[in-house]
């Protein structure tokens, strides 16, 4: 699958109007969520991702392969994302265990060149509802690095997705593995001290080997760039930025 998407930062006292834009564009309320993010090493050579037994069945069979597939040929970040509940899950003191709790595994490629675009294009591959993927990173030696948790708002309109997201550090990190629980929601850290929004205007395709899928893609993602461009301020941004060969990926560093 390829997704492409447009960036724009939105400031924190213009983030209410902005979600007024977008319901009024889409005709929907935004929907919230938060989800806990945890970032794995992969091994320092490119290895195979050997596919636990219990996803052997799986109807995501096939994404497994191709992760499999992508991972021999280099080593990457890989996310396991997890949705929380703001009244739910923060400062309760409850311990999370993510065996039992199904999640999202992200893998996402370099974006390629941009070529007089602002339009940032990728491969990536999502496998939602899986529960033991802590025990399938172990079993494929992924080294927990860090987490991140991502507060999102999100509009669809047909096919395109917009959505506001913004990070946050827990209080106290640990490198040994994700923290037992969750503190009180004020006590995050904004991983942006100024607390900007970051806007993604996404598409996905999910048969990228027909180039003529992949352009008509970006032609309407340029459509919503022209519908918008007085009110957001779309910018090319580097791949390096998203390249998760190396490194989690950092807020997105543009100004505005």
């Not at 506001?164 to 923290?179: C, D, I, K, T, V």
Request: charged share 25%; aromatic share 12%.
């Amino acid at each position: 699958m390829r997704e492409l998407f447009l960036t724009a930062v939105v400031r924190d006292d213009d983030f209410t109007m902005a979600c007024a834009v977008l319901q009024g564009l889409t005709w929907m309320k935004a929907r919230q969520s938060v989800h806990r993010i945890l970032f794995f090493h992969g091994q320092p050579q490119p290895k195979p991702f050997k596919i636990p037994r219990i996803y052997q069945q799986s109807r995501f069979l096939p994404f497994w392969k191709e992760l499999s597939n992508q991972l021999a040929r280099s080593s990457y970040v890989l996310q396991l994302a997890y949705e929380v509940a703001r009244d739910k899950d923060f400062g309760k003191g409850t311990t999370m265990d993510f065996n039992a709790l199904p999640g999202t595994l992200r893998w996402t490629d370099l974006p390629d060149p941009l070529r007089d675009t602002p339009i940032t294009s990728r491969k990536k591959i999502d496998i939602p509802d899986q529960s033991a993927l802590l025990g399938a990173m172990n079993e494929n030696s992924f080294r927990y690095k860090n987490e991140l948790i991502q507060e999102s708002y999100s509009f669809v309109r047909e096919n395109v997705e917009f959505v506001f997201s913004r990070y946050y550090h827990l209080p106290e990190p640990s490198s040994a593995g994700p923290a037992a629980s969750l503190p009180a929601w004020e006590d995050l850290r904004p991983v942006d001290p100024a607390q900007k929004w970051v806007l993604n205007v996404k598409l996905n395709v999910f048969d990228d080997s027909q180039p003529d899928k992949v352009k008509k893609a970006n032609e309407e993602l340029l459509g919503v760039k022209a519908e918008l461009e007085k009110i957001f301020n779309f910018q090319a941004i580097d791949r390096r930025v998203f390249d998760t060969r190396i490194a989690p990926p950092p807020v997105i560093p543009i100004r505005g």
